[in-house]
């Protein structure tokens, strides 16, 4: 099976505006979740969306949305960018089912200038 | 609030030695324990434990739940400088959340 799928991997943007970065989940795995990594603050929950709909979400503000499609790809949206949003934004996809494994794609390494 | 604590957080060692990197938890209806190794890019999974004291083997790497004392350890024994990585423990709550730790960055010196 391919694996988990990001794009784009790279990204400068300037503050103030906004960004979406998309991921294709493997195949038959239909819960997608969200992760931040920076080096200060390590690997952060962003959300999780099973079957189109957020199932979890983690403690950032409202600038950061997301939605899980019908297909199961999933895309983060970023709006009013910050500095402090540059990161590593990692998407994981999972199956529903024991055992719940969870497969990281490549990430998407967003610098905000 | 759900977290995951690790052990040490940096470890410089040389190969052939043995290494046993800790995780501990606080987290609510808890599900899983994952390891995974981070290198350069995204974590890749190594071993998901969900019952205690069962031990899971892959190679040189072996780890260890201890659900009543809410803990586990990664070992890896003659560690080779491809082991430097950061290793990254992660607990699955039922919740359908996972709550990372914050790594612990092994570097292995020919």
């Known amino acids: 099976k391919a694996g988990v799928t990001q794009t784009p991997r790279y990204l400068i943007k300037t503050r103030g505006q906004q960004v979406t970065l998309s991921c294709s989940p493997i195949?038959?795995?239909?819960?997608v979740s969200w992760y931040q990594q920076t080096p200060g603050q390590g690997l952060q929950f962003l959300f999780e969306y099973f079957s189109e709909t957020q199932r979890n979400k983690g403690n950032f503000p409202g600038r950061f949305s997301g939605r899980q499609f019908s297909n199961s790809r999933s895309e983060m949206n970023v709006s009013t960018l910050e500095l402090g949003d540059s990161a590593l934004y990692l998407c994981a996809s999972s199956e529903t089912q024991e055992p719940y494994e969870q497969y990281f794609g490549p990430g998407t390494r967003l610098t905000v200038t | 609030e759900d977290k995951v604590v690790q052990s040490p957080l940096s470890l410089v060692v040389h190969e052939g030695d043995t290494v046993t990197l800790n995780c501990s938890y606080e987290?609510?209806?808890?599900?899983?324990l994952l390891w995974y190794k981070q290198e350069k890019k995204a974590p890749t999974f190594l071993f998901m434990l969900t019952s205690s004291g069962i031990e899971k083997k892959s190679g040189r790497l072996s780890s260890i739940l201890d659900k009543k004392e809410l803990f586990s350890i990664l070992n890896i024994t003659a560690t080779q400088t491809g082991d430097s990585a950061i290793y990254l423990c992660a607990v699955h709550n039922y919740g359908q959340n996972f709550v990372f730790g914050p790594g612990t960055r092994l570097s292995v010196l020919p």
């Open positions: 195949s038959g795995h239909r819960s």
């Open positions: 987290v609510t209806n808890f599900r899983s």
